[in-house]
């Protein structure tokens, strides 16, 4: 079952800036809500993040990035992207504001993976989100996670909005954390993704799932890591009939990437 979710249309539930000294905290600003009014006082709700990308000709590029279904089930042509404002007194604002999402011709102006339900669009992001986009350096690639021998109990976190919701009224996203519970998770061209046990809820779709330093291993792993990255985006819950089994589905990072890559083409060729 896919993540989009009807909700009462509302401003999220302002909080001190988390601690500057976690790296969890790159990908918190980095993380924006994504929603569409329904027009009956609801609306469908997504997560999406930005990297960092430059185009192809080196010119700066900020990247959102999301689950290609969060985008399609939103039928008008826009959007809103949930920016944050910081203010002079250390508080922050939620200042969501449109963003276009089809064209005049009704035609997409994101790229989807051509076989994973992950998307990627160029945004115009507020010069803070643009600072804070994710770099491409951070993103797992297809080895990442095999080198690093990442595997059953391994702790990764997500980042999203569970039916919604944020972390406060400045809307911040909230921080989840799950163990891997899939095997193998490589080659990703046999496995293309793998399963993290948590609780997870419509809204979340798109988060990014990724691993810190704070992240905690299983005693006794070697090849820790000496930088954050992103593993995945989170695209699915696992149900079985109406049962919710409380595991998410991570689509592996290799496949932004890839996105990325579609998308650089698309725009090479043309209309």
Known sequence: MAFDVQTPETLPPIASDPPAWDLSVGLI????????PTGDGTRTVGTGFLIDAPAPDGSPRTVLVTAGHVLERMPGKQARVGWRVALPDGSWRF????????????QPLWTRHPQRDIAVMK????????????????LADSKTLADYEVGPGDEMLSLGFPRGLSANRAGFPILRVGRVASWPLSPITAFPTFLLDFTVFPGNSGGPVFWTDRARRRPGSPNEPDHPFVAGVLTQEVMVRDERLELGVVAHAEYIREAIAEMDAAEAVGP
Do not use: E, K, S, Y
């Open 95 to 106: 200042d969501p504001q449109p963003l276009d999402i089809r064209g005049d011709d009704d």
């Open 123 to 138: 945004v115009d992001a507020p010069a803070a989100f643009a600072r804070a986009a994710i770099p491409m350096g951070w």
């Open 29 to 36: 600003n980095a993380t924006v809500q994504l929603d569409q």
